[in-house]
């Protein structure tokens, strides 16, 4: 690597990188494929609908979000070299997620127009087209109960807090106890600003802006796992559950056909190249 990119949350971006991301990932969703229909953004979509049973639930997780982060960074890297994706650390926001700075209109927007089916309506990401599973507009839902109440949900709350996810990189000495968990408490974040019609709970979460904020910082708690279990840094195990079968390091990670095929193991060291990047 000539460079090792720094990764940071969010929050801890000057102005000028915030606007440098914003556009890019803006550039990202108005820019169109070679087949005139799909944006960027539109691939990482479909990608994730038709991968979406083969990557959840099964020890894929983590280094196939990864190196669909990678993808996110070389096309970024296209539109501006200067821009390093960052991360969202939701859980210093854990006593009222939908008040983050991140929801607001300086960063990817807060709740959808529940007006008009939860459509983004505001902020840089406001009114963007997107193609899965269907033509539409980006749609943002903050999760509520039957009765209409918001945050805090009784199913959400209490929302993984700092001290939480840190017990989870400390605690878990394996990777199939550490990932399993670590997935189980990523699923909080789809559910919160998702729901069931928003973009972010379904399948085609990659519409939401929120997705490659939300999986970066999944992958620093899997960078820091790493550092903290160094002995354990190469681990990779866990059960397949379609087909049955135990996970390998040499298991090949698909991406609908649409790249080659990268192996598991590929995705262990964040500093190798072409991955370059730290957090």
């Not at 992958?219 to 866990?238: I, K, L, N």
Request: proline letters at 7%.
């Amino acid at each position: 690597c000539e460079r090792i990119r720094v990764r940071k949350e969010i929050r801890d971006l000057n102005d000028q990188e915030r606007r440098a991301w914003i556009n890019a990932v803006r550039t990202l969703y108005l820019s169109k494929l070679s087949d005139g229909y799909n944006s960027y953004i539109d691939w990482f979509s479909y990608v994730h609908i038709q991968e979406y049973d083969k990557v959840h639930s099964d020890p894929k997780f983590l280094p196939w979000h990864r190196y669909f982060l990678y993808i996110l960074q070389s096309l970024v890297n296209r539109v501006d070299d200067s821009v390093t994706i960052p991360y969202w650390d939701w859980a210093r926001d854990s006593q009222a997620v939908h008040n983050s700075p991140v929801l607001t209109n300086s960063y990817i927007g807060g709740n959808g127009d529940g007006g008009r089916g939860w459509d983004l309506t505001s902020g840089p990401f406001g009114n963007m087209p997107v193609n899965y599973p269907d033509p539409h507009k980006l749609k943002r839902c903050y999760h509520r109960t039957d009765g209409g109440r918001r945050f805090p949900s009784p199913t959400i709350d209490p929302f993984p807090d700092t001290v939480r996810m840190n017990a989870i990189v400390n605690q878990y000495e394996s990777f199939s106890d550490f990932a399993w968990n670590l997935e189980l408490h990523h699923g909080y974040l789809h559910v919160l600003l998702g729901d069931f019609e928003g973009d972010l709970g379904p399948p085609q979460s990659p519409n939401d802006p929120a997705f490659f904020l939300h999986h970066a910082n999944i992958d620093r708690y899997w960078w820091q796992w790493q550092r903290r279990h160094s002995d354990r840094a190469y681990d990779y195990e866990g059960q397949h559950y379609d087909p049955p079968k135990s996970g390998n390091a040499n298991d090949n990670m698909s991406f609908a056909g649409t790249l080659d095929e990268v192996p598991v193991y590929a995705m262990f060291d964040t500093t190798a190249y072409p991955y370059c990047y730290t957090y």
